[in-house]
Protein backbone atom coordinates (compact mmCIF):
# COMPACT_ATOMS: atom_id res chain seq x y z
CA UNK A 1 0.00 0.00 0.00
CA UNK A 2 1.76 3.09 -1.14
CA UNK A 3 1.11 6.03 1.10
CA UNK A 4 0.94 8.94 -2.03
CA UNK A 5 -2.26 10.86 -1.80
CA UNK A 6 -1.96 12.66 -5.37
CA UNK A 7 -5.25 13.79 -5.45
CA UNK A 8 -7.28 16.74 -5.30
CA UNK A 9 -11.04 16.63 -4.86
CA UNK A 10 -12.72 19.54 -6.82
CA UNK A 11 -16.39 20.72 -6.04
CA UNK A 12 -17.86 23.19 -8.16
CA UNK A 13 -17.13 25.07 -11.45
CA UNK A 14 -13.98 24.12 -12.53
CA UNK A 15 -10.37 26.22 -12.59
CA UNK A 16 -9.18 27.64 -15.03
CA UNK A 17 -6.37 25.80 -17.45
CA UNK A 18 -3.89 27.69 -15.87
CA UNK A 19 -5.04 26.90 -12.78
CA UNK A 20 -5.05 23.47 -13.60
CA UNK A 21 -1.42 23.33 -14.45
CA UNK A 22 -0.35 24.91 -12.00
CA UNK A 23 -1.22 21.32 -10.13
CA UNK A 24 -0.27 19.17 -12.94
CA UNK A 25 3.14 20.20 -12.71
CA UNK A 26 2.89 19.73 -8.92
CA UNK A 27 2.12 16.73 -10.03
CA UNK A 28 -1.30 16.93 -7.81
CA UNK A 29 -4.26 15.39 -10.05
CA UNK A 30 -7.87 16.54 -10.00
CA UNK A 31 -10.88 14.84 -9.41
CA UNK A 32 -13.86 16.96 -10.46
CA UNK A 33 -16.85 15.94 -7.68
CA UNK A 34 -20.15 16.21 -8.91
CA UNK A 35 -23.22 16.44 -7.05
CA UNK A 36 -24.89 13.55 -4.87
CA UNK A 37 -22.14 11.20 -5.38
CA UNK A 38 -19.96 8.99 -3.40
CA UNK A 39 -16.86 10.95 -1.88
CA UNK A 40 -13.39 8.59 -1.81
CA UNK A 41 -11.32 10.85 -0.14
CA UNK A 42 -8.41 7.84 0.54
CA UNK A 43 -5.97 8.77 -2.14
CA UNK A 44 -6.79 12.58 -1.96
CA UNK A 45 -4.72 15.31 0.33
CA UNK A 46 -7.01 18.08 -0.41
CA UNK A 47 -10.50 19.64 -1.53
CA UNK A 48 -11.54 22.75 -3.01
CA UNK A 49 -15.08 23.87 -2.51
CA UNK A 50 -15.10 26.71 -5.43
CA UNK A 51 -17.78 29.17 -5.97
CA UNK A 52 -19.01 31.61 -8.67
CA UNK A 53 -20.69 34.86 -8.14
CA UNK A 54 -23.66 33.25 -7.66
CA UNK A 55 -22.98 30.01 -5.28
CA UNK A 56 -24.66 26.58 -6.52
CA UNK A 57 -26.59 24.77 -3.80
CA UNK A 58 -24.83 21.40 -4.57
CA UNK A 59 -21.61 22.97 -3.40
CA UNK A 60 -23.00 24.47 -0.58
CA UNK A 61 -24.24 20.83 0.35
CA UNK A 62 -21.62 19.04 -0.43
CA UNK A 63 -19.27 21.21 1.85
CA UNK A 64 -21.36 20.77 5.23
CA UNK A 65 -22.18 17.31 4.16
CA UNK A 66 -18.31 16.14 3.73
CA UNK A 67 -16.14 19.35 4.93
CA UNK A 68 -15.76 17.23 8.72
CA UNK A 69 -14.93 13.96 7.10
CA UNK A 70 -12.38 14.93 4.68
CA UNK A 71 -11.06 16.93 7.44
CA UNK A 72 -10.79 13.48 9.49
CA UNK A 73 -9.68 11.86 7.01
CA UNK A 74 -6.58 13.98 6.89
CA UNK A 75 -7.11 16.59 4.08
CA UNK A 76 -7.01 20.28 4.04
CA UNK A 77 -9.81 21.89 2.98
CA UNK A 78 -10.00 25.12 0.41
CA UNK A 79 -13.04 27.81 -0.09
CA UNK A 80 -12.45 29.46 -3.13
CA UNK A 81 -14.85 32.36 -4.11
CA UNK A 82 -14.49 34.98 -6.95
CA UNK A 83 -15.14 37.72 -5.35
CA UNK A 84 -15.08 39.41 -1.62
CA UNK A 85 -19.28 39.84 -2.37
CA UNK A 86 -19.78 36.01 -2.99
CA UNK A 87 -17.28 35.24 0.15
CA UNK A 88 -19.39 37.09 2.30
CA UNK A 89 -22.43 35.47 1.37
CA UNK A 90 -20.93 32.05 1.67
CA UNK A 91 -19.20 32.54 4.72
CA UNK A 92 -22.62 33.12 6.38
CA UNK A 93 -23.75 30.16 4.86
CA UNK A 94 -20.91 27.76 5.80
CA UNK A 95 -19.95 29.05 9.12
CA UNK A 96 -19.79 25.96 11.01
CA UNK A 97 -17.23 24.47 8.13
CA UNK A 98 -15.06 28.09 7.94
CA UNK A 99 -14.95 27.43 12.00
CA UNK A 100 -13.20 24.17 11.61
CA UNK A 101 -9.59 23.51 12.11
CA UNK A 102 -8.21 22.35 8.55
CA UNK A 103 -10.06 24.82 6.46
CA UNK A 104 -9.04 28.24 4.78
CA UNK A 105 -11.22 30.78 3.32
CA UNK A 106 -9.46 32.49 0.11
CA UNK A 107 -10.59 34.98 -2.66
CA UNK A 108 -9.56 35.52 -6.11
CA UNK A 109 -6.31 33.56 -5.54
CA UNK A 110 -2.97 33.91 -8.17
CA UNK A 111 -2.86 30.55 -10.40
CA UNK A 112 -0.15 29.30 -8.70
CA UNK A 113 -0.83 30.41 -4.88
CA UNK A 114 -3.49 27.49 -4.33
CA UNK A 115 -2.22 24.68 -5.99
CA UNK A 116 1.66 25.32 -3.84
CA UNK A 117 -0.49 25.59 -0.56
CA UNK A 118 -2.01 22.43 -1.39
CA UNK A 119 1.47 20.80 -2.29
CA UNK A 120 2.85 21.90 0.81
CA UNK A 121 0.09 20.00 3.18
CA UNK A 122 1.27 16.42 4.46
CA UNK A 123 -2.06 14.81 4.54
CA UNK A 124 -0.19 11.67 6.53
CA UNK A 125 -0.60 8.23 5.01
CA UNK A 126 -3.66 6.88 3.40
CA UNK A 127 -6.24 5.33 5.86
CA UNK A 128 -6.39 2.09 5.69
CA UNK A 129 -9.98 1.29 5.19
CA UNK A 130 -10.25 -2.38 6.14
CA UNK A 131 -8.07 -1.86 9.46
CA UNK A 132 -9.89 -4.23 12.28
CA UNK A 133 -10.07 -2.49 15.34
CA UNK A 134 -10.74 -4.16 19.47
CA UNK A 135 -11.16 -3.01 22.37
CA UNK A 136 -9.72 -5.61 25.44
CA UNK A 137 -11.52 -6.22 27.95
CA UNK A 138 -15.05 -5.64 26.76
CA UNK A 139 -14.14 -2.01 27.56
CA UNK A 140 -16.28 0.88 25.38
CA UNK A 141 -16.21 0.42 21.48
CA UNK A 142 -14.28 2.97 19.53
CA UNK A 143 -16.70 5.66 18.72
CA UNK A 144 -17.56 5.69 14.72
CA UNK A 145 -16.22 9.09 14.11
CA UNK A 146 -12.74 8.71 15.87
CA UNK A 147 -11.88 4.95 13.45
CA UNK A 148 -10.39 7.16 10.92
CA UNK A 149 -7.76 8.34 13.26
CA UNK A 150 -6.77 5.09 14.32
CA UNK A 151 -7.33 4.19 10.44
CA UNK A 152 -4.66 6.85 9.51
CA UNK A 153 -2.44 6.55 12.42
CA UNK A 154 -1.91 2.94 12.27
CA UNK A 155 -2.02 2.36 8.54
CA UNK A 156 0.60 -0.02 8.12
CA UNK A 157 -1.33 -2.60 10.51
CA UNK A 158 -4.04 -4.66 9.82
CA UNK A 159 -5.18 -5.24 13.23
CA UNK A 160 -5.26 -3.42 16.22
CA UNK A 161 -5.90 -4.20 20.18
CA UNK A 162 -6.42 -1.71 22.31
CA UNK A 163 -6.09 -1.97 25.80
CA UNK A 164 -7.44 0.85 27.76
CA UNK A 165 -5.14 2.32 30.54
CA UNK A 166 -7.54 3.86 33.15
CA UNK A 167 -6.51 7.47 33.87
CA UNK A 168 -7.32 10.99 35.19
CA UNK A 169 -10.23 12.85 35.50
CA UNK A 170 -10.59 14.27 31.62
CA UNK A 171 -12.54 12.72 28.96
CA UNK A 172 -9.59 11.49 27.08
CA UNK A 173 -9.49 7.79 26.59
CA UNK A 174 -5.47 6.64 26.72
CA UNK A 175 -4.40 3.13 25.39
CA UNK A 176 -1.99 1.04 24.99
CA UNK A 177 -2.26 -0.72 21.23
CA UNK A 178 -1.33 -4.05 20.28
CA UNK A 179 -0.54 -3.99 16.86
CA UNK A 180 -0.17 -6.83 14.01
CA UNK A 181 2.07 -6.04 10.91
CA UNK A 182 2.59 -8.08 7.92
CA UNK A 183 4.73 -5.38 5.86
CA UNK A 184 7.73 -5.68 8.16
CA UNK A 185 10.70 -8.32 7.77
CA UNK A 186 10.97 -8.19 11.32
CA UNK A 187 7.86 -10.14 12.43
CA UNK A 188 3.98 -9.11 12.50
CA UNK A 189 4.13 -7.83 16.72
CA UNK A 190 5.93 -4.89 17.02
CA UNK A 191 6.61 -3.47 19.77
CA UNK A 192 3.17 -1.69 21.51
CA UNK A 193 2.68 2.06 20.69
CA UNK A 194 0.25 4.36 23.41
CA UNK A 195 -2.17 6.44 22.32
CA UNK A 196 -4.22 9.26 23.41
CA UNK A 197 -7.80 10.35 22.26
CA UNK A 198 -8.95 13.67 22.94
CA UNK A 199 -9.90 16.93 21.78
CA UNK A 200 -7.95 18.02 18.56
CA UNK A 201 -6.83 21.58 20.90
CA UNK A 202 -6.13 19.57 23.50
CA UNK A 203 -3.90 17.20 21.65
CA UNK A 204 -2.24 19.81 19.70
CA UNK A 205 -1.35 21.42 23.46
CA UNK A 206 0.16 18.17 24.46
CA UNK A 207 2.39 17.79 21.24
CA UNK A 208 3.76 21.01 21.98
CA UNK A 209 4.49 20.03 25.32
CA UNK A 210 6.55 17.53 24.71
CA UNK A 211 8.13 19.17 21.98
CA UNK A 212 9.36 22.11 24.38
CA UNK A 213 9.28 20.44 27.97
CA UNK A 214 9.93 17.01 27.46
CA UNK A 215 12.61 16.48 24.09
CA UNK A 216 15.45 18.07 25.99
CA UNK A 217 14.74 18.11 29.75
CA UNK A 218 13.16 14.42 30.65
CA UNK A 219 15.81 11.68 29.95
CA UNK A 220 15.05 9.74 26.65
CA UNK A 221 14.36 6.26 28.38
CA UNK A 222 11.95 8.11 31.14
CA UNK A 223 9.65 9.43 28.52
CA UNK A 224 7.30 8.19 25.63
CA UNK A 225 8.80 8.57 22.46
CA UNK A 226 6.16 10.65 20.41
CA UNK A 227 5.43 10.07 16.45
CA UNK A 228 3.63 12.65 14.64
CA UNK A 229 0.17 13.48 16.08
CA UNK A 230 -2.89 13.19 13.78
CA UNK A 231 -5.95 15.15 13.48
CA UNK A 232 -9.07 15.27 12.59
CA UNK A 233 -11.71 18.76 12.60
CA UNK A 234 -12.52 18.08 16.48
CA UNK A 235 -10.72 15.38 17.96
CA UNK A 236 -6.48 14.15 17.73
CA UNK A 237 -4.81 11.11 18.33
CA UNK A 238 -1.42 11.31 20.00
CA UNK A 239 0.61 8.39 19.06
CA UNK A 240 4.05 7.38 20.67
CA UNK A 241 6.30 4.24 21.83
CA UNK A 242 4.06 2.32 24.75
CA UNK A 243 6.58 1.61 28.22
CA UNK A 244 5.94 -2.24 28.07
CA UNK A 245 6.01 -4.55 30.28
CA UNK A 246 5.30 -1.62 33.30
CA UNK A 247 3.43 -1.14 35.88
CA UNK A 248 1.31 2.27 36.52
CA UNK A 249 2.97 3.76 40.46
CA UNK A 250 -0.66 3.85 41.74
CA UNK A 251 -0.36 -0.22 41.41
CA UNK A 252 2.73 0.11 43.04
CA UNK A 253 1.66 2.01 45.80
CA UNK A 254 -1.04 -0.11 46.93
CA UNK A 255 1.54 -2.76 47.36
CA UNK A 256 3.57 -0.73 49.16
CA UNK A 257 6.24 -1.12 46.50
CA UNK A 258 6.38 2.52 45.40
CA UNK A 259 9.05 4.41 47.13
CA UNK A 260 12.44 3.77 44.31
CA UNK A 261 9.88 4.98 41.87
CA UNK A 262 9.02 7.89 43.63
CA UNK A 263 12.62 9.41 44.17
CA UNK A 264 13.30 8.37 40.21
CA UNK A 265 9.89 10.07 39.36
CA UNK A 266 11.05 13.20 41.26
CA UNK A 267 15.07 12.89 41.15
CA UNK A 268 15.29 11.59 37.45
CA UNK A 269 12.41 12.13 35.27
CA UNK A 270 11.22 15.42 36.51
CA UNK A 271 14.64 16.38 37.90
CA UNK A 272 15.39 18.70 34.81
CA UNK A 273 12.67 20.87 35.40
CA UNK A 274 12.85 21.42 38.95
CA UNK A 275 16.57 22.27 38.22
CA UNK A 276 15.61 25.13 36.69
CA UNK A 277 14.56 26.50 40.57
CA UNK A 278 17.40 26.94 41.15
CA UNK A 279 18.83 29.09 38.48
CA UNK A 280 16.49 31.86 39.22
CA UNK A 281 16.23 33.85 42.76
CA UNK A 282 12.57 32.65 45.05
CA UNK A 283 10.04 34.42 44.48
CA UNK A 284 8.19 36.67 47.45
CA UNK A 285 4.47 35.92 47.84
CA UNK A 286 1.78 33.66 48.12
CA UNK A 287 2.08 29.88 47.41
CA UNK A 288 -1.77 29.33 46.66
CA UNK A 289 -2.02 32.42 44.51
CA UNK A 290 1.05 31.34 42.25
CA UNK A 291 -1.12 27.85 41.90
CA UNK A 292 -4.00 29.71 40.64
CA UNK A 293 -2.37 31.60 38.37
CA UNK A 294 -0.74 28.72 36.91
CA UNK A 295 -4.05 27.46 36.69
CA UNK A 296 -3.64 24.47 38.53
CA UNK A 297 -7.14 25.45 40.82
CA UNK A 298 -9.39 26.90 39.19
CA UNK A 299 -11.66 28.25 42.33
CA UNK A 300 -14.60 29.32 39.94
CA UNK A 301 -15.46 25.48 39.39
CA UNK A 302 -14.89 23.81 42.77
CA UNK A 303 -18.30 22.24 43.34
CA UNK A 304 -20.39 23.27 46.64
CA UNK A 305 -21.69 19.74 47.31
CA UNK A 306 -17.71 19.03 48.83
CA UNK A 307 -18.69 22.39 50.85
CA UNK A 308 -21.88 21.14 51.96
CA UNK A 309 -20.94 17.94 52.78
CA UNK A 310 -17.25 18.92 54.77
CA UNK A 311 -19.82 20.40 57.74
CA UNK A 312 -20.38 16.70 59.26
CA UNK A 313 -16.88 17.15 59.75
CA UNK A 314 -17.23 20.91 61.58
CA UNK A 315 -16.43 23.18 58.70
CA UNK A 316 -18.53 25.91 57.79
CA UNK A 317 -15.89 27.83 55.84
CA UNK A 318 -16.69 29.06 52.14
CA UNK A 319 -14.30 28.65 49.64
CA UNK A 320 -13.28 32.16 49.16
CA UNK A 321 -12.89 32.16 53.09
CA UNK A 322 -10.21 29.44 53.32
CA UNK A 323 -8.41 30.84 49.52
CA UNK A 324 -8.43 34.26 51.38
CA UNK A 325 -6.45 32.62 54.14
CA UNK A 326 -4.19 31.11 51.86
CA UNK A 327 -3.79 33.96 49.43
CA UNK A 328 -2.77 36.68 52.36
CA UNK A 329 0.36 34.23 53.63
CA UNK A 330 3.58 36.18 53.32
CA UNK A 331 5.86 33.13 51.57
CA UNK A 332 8.95 32.19 49.65
CA UNK A 333 8.69 29.89 47.53
CA UNK A 334 11.29 28.92 43.99
CA UNK A 335 9.61 28.19 41.01
CA UNK A 336 10.16 25.55 38.00
CA UNK A 337 8.14 24.01 35.27
CA UNK A 338 5.54 21.40 36.32
CA UNK A 339 3.58 18.98 35.24
CA UNK A 340 0.50 20.19 36.85
CA UNK A 341 -1.73 16.72 37.25
CA UNK A 342 0.53 14.57 38.58
CA UNK A 343 -1.00 10.96 39.52
CA UNK A 344 -0.39 7.67 39.87
CA UNK A 345 -2.07 6.80 36.67
CA UNK A 346 0.13 8.85 34.38
CA UNK A 347 3.40 7.36 36.05
CA UNK A 348 3.82 3.86 34.41
CA UNK A 349 7.08 2.18 36.21
CA UNK A 350 9.84 -0.53 34.78
CA UNK A 351 12.52 -1.57 36.85
CA UNK A 352 12.21 1.14 39.18
CA UNK A 353 12.50 3.77 36.85
CA UNK A 354 9.48 6.16 36.52
CA UNK A 355 8.60 6.93 33.05
CA UNK A 356 5.96 9.73 32.76
CA UNK A 357 2.88 9.35 29.67
CA UNK A 358 1.11 12.52 29.88
CA UNK A 359 2.34 15.79 29.35
CA UNK A 360 -1.21 17.14 28.79
CA UNK A 361 -1.40 20.25 31.40
CA UNK A 362 2.20 21.24 31.85
CA UNK A 363 2.76 24.50 33.20
CA UNK A 364 5.47 27.04 32.33
CA UNK A 365 6.15 27.84 36.31
CA UNK A 366 4.24 26.86 39.54
CA UNK A 367 5.86 26.33 43.02
CA UNK A 368 8.79 24.01 43.12
CA UNK A 369 6.36 21.81 45.86
CA UNK A 370 2.96 21.85 43.76
CA UNK A 371 3.88 18.67 41.87
CA UNK A 372 4.70 17.44 45.05
CA UNK A 373 1.81 18.06 46.84
CA UNK A 374 -0.42 16.63 43.97
CA UNK A 375 0.66 13.14 43.59
CA UNK A 376 0.87 13.20 47.36
CA UNK A 377 -2.52 14.08 47.79
CA UNK A 378 -3.68 12.03 44.99
CA UNK A 379 -2.24 9.05 46.39
CA UNK A 380 -3.78 9.53 49.71
CA UNK A 381 -7.33 10.71 48.41
CA UNK A 382 -7.97 8.75 44.96
CA UNK A 383 -10.43 5.93 45.93
CA UNK A 384 -8.34 2.79 45.60
CA UNK A 385 -10.61 -0.03 43.29
CA UNK A 386 -10.19 -2.67 46.31
CA UNK A 387 -12.62 -0.03 48.04
CA UNK A 388 -16.45 -0.59 48.20
CA UNK A 389 -17.60 2.78 45.61
CA UNK A 390 -20.66 2.58 47.07
CA UNK A 391 -20.01 2.40 50.36
CA UNK A 392 -20.20 6.72 51.68
CA UNK A 393 -17.85 6.74 54.63
CA UNK A 394 -14.50 4.97 55.48
CA UNK A 395 -13.94 5.33 59.15
CA UNK A 396 -10.40 3.56 59.25
CA UNK A 397 -9.40 5.42 56.55
CA UNK A 398 -10.63 8.87 57.51
CA UNK A 399 -8.35 8.47 60.75
CA UNK A 400 -5.05 7.61 59.09
CA UNK A 401 -5.68 10.22 57.04
CA UNK A 402 -6.42 12.63 60.51
CA UNK A 403 -3.26 11.69 61.63
CA UNK A 404 -1.16 12.16 58.44
CA UNK A 405 -2.41 15.48 57.20
CA UNK A 406 -2.29 16.92 61.04
CA UNK A 407 -1.11 20.82 60.91
CA UNK A 408 1.77 19.48 63.26
CA UNK A 409 2.74 17.28 60.52
CA UNK A 410 3.64 19.54 58.46
CA UNK A 411 6.81 20.68 60.78
CA UNK A 412 8.13 17.21 61.47
CA UNK A 413 7.14 14.14 58.70
CA UNK A 414 4.69 11.68 60.60
CA UNK A 415 5.65 8.69 62.02
CA UNK A 416 4.79 5.16 60.73
CA UNK A 417 1.19 3.61 60.88
CA UNK A 418 0.77 0.02 62.50
CA UNK A 419 2.46 -2.34 59.99
CA UNK A 420 -1.16 -4.41 59.88
CA UNK A 421 -2.79 -1.30 58.84
CA UNK A 422 -5.07 -1.83 55.56
CA UNK A 423 -3.78 2.03 55.09
CA UNK A 424 -0.44 1.07 55.48
CA UNK A 425 0.77 1.81 52.08
CA UNK A 426 -0.88 5.06 51.66
CA UNK A 427 0.75 5.74 55.22
CA UNK A 428 4.45 4.74 53.46
CA UNK A 429 4.27 6.77 50.36
CA UNK A 430 2.60 9.92 51.96
CA UNK A 431 5.40 10.20 54.65
CA UNK A 432 8.10 9.83 51.57
CA UNK A 433 6.55 12.38 49.51
CA UNK A 434 6.30 14.77 52.65
CA UNK A 435 9.49 14.58 53.82
CA UNK A 436 11.16 15.45 49.76
CA UNK A 437 7.72 18.49 50.01
CA UNK A 438 9.32 19.58 53.66
CA UNK A 439 12.64 19.06 52.29
CA UNK A 440 12.52 21.41 49.38
CA UNK A 441 10.41 24.45 50.64
CA UNK A 442 11.63 27.52 50.74
CA UNK A 443 9.86 28.68 53.95
CA UNK A 444 8.04 26.54 56.57
CA UNK A 445 4.59 27.21 55.42
CA UNK A 446 5.20 26.38 51.67
CA UNK A 447 4.77 22.64 51.75
CA UNK A 448 1.33 22.88 53.61
CA UNK A 449 -0.13 25.54 51.68
CA UNK A 450 0.11 23.67 48.75
CA UNK A 451 -1.30 20.60 50.05
CA UNK A 452 -4.29 22.79 51.03
CA UNK A 453 -4.35 23.95 47.18
CA UNK A 454 -4.51 20.61 45.93
CA UNK A 455 -6.97 19.51 48.46
CA UNK A 456 -9.06 21.78 47.37
CA UNK A 457 -8.64 21.21 43.80
CA UNK A 458 -9.86 17.72 43.85
CA UNK A 459 -13.09 19.06 44.63
CA UNK A 460 -13.80 20.90 41.35
CA UNK A 461 -15.38 17.21 40.51
CA UNK A 462 -18.10 15.94 42.01
CA UNK A 463 -19.29 13.14 39.64
CA UNK A 464 -17.37 10.21 41.37
CA UNK A 465 -19.75 7.17 43.41
CA UNK A 466 -20.45 7.91 47.39
CA UNK A 467 -17.03 6.35 48.53
CA UNK A 468 -15.51 9.07 46.42
CA UNK A 469 -17.69 12.18 47.19
CA UNK A 470 -16.84 11.27 50.58
CA UNK A 471 -13.16 11.37 50.13
CA UNK A 472 -13.60 15.07 48.30
CA UNK A 473 -15.49 16.25 51.42
CA UNK A 474 -12.50 15.14 53.83
CA UNK A 475 -10.13 16.50 51.92
CA UNK A 476 -11.47 19.66 51.66
CA UNK A 477 -12.32 19.98 55.50
CA UNK A 478 -8.34 19.10 55.91
CA UNK A 479 -7.98 21.55 53.67
CA UNK A 480 -10.20 24.46 55.68
CA UNK A 481 -7.85 22.64 58.67
CA UNK A 482 -4.42 23.06 57.04
CA UNK A 483 -5.29 26.91 55.87
CA UNK A 484 -6.77 28.33 59.50
CA UNK A 485 -3.83 26.97 61.11
CA UNK A 486 -1.60 28.73 58.81
CA UNK A 487 -3.50 31.99 59.61
CA UNK A 488 -3.56 31.32 63.25
CA UNK A 489 0.16 30.00 63.35
CA UNK A 490 -0.66 27.32 64.81
CA UNK A 491 1.52 25.40 62.24
Known amino acids: MTDARPEVLWFGPPPSAETEREFLQRDLLLRYCASGTTVDAANASAAVFQFGSDPPEDVLRAANAHARTLIDSGLRIDIVAADDETMGRVQALLKSVLNMSGVAARTDLPAHSLAEKIARHDAGKRPRADLQIEVAGEREPVREVDKILFKRA ?33 GAWPQPDFAKLDRRDKIEK ?95 ELKSRHTEDASRFGITAEPEIILGQLRKLSQRYRAAPAHGDLHGENVRVRNDHAIVIDLATVVRSAPLTADLAALETWLAFHLPPECDAQKYEDAIWAAEIDRLYAPTSFLHPPGPCDPTSKFCWMSTVV ?52 ARALTDGDA
Open 154 to 186: FAHCSRIVLEELTGGLSEARVFAVHMTVHTSNA
Open 206 to 300: EYRNYREYADRYIPFGLRPNIHDPVFGAERGLLVGNFVDRSESLWNLARHNLAARAVTSLIEETLGGWRDQAYGKDSVEGSVAQAMIDAGLLRPG
Open 431 to 482: RQLRRMGIAIQSCSTEYQAAVAVQLLRRCQWDDGPAADRFRRAKGYAIAAGL
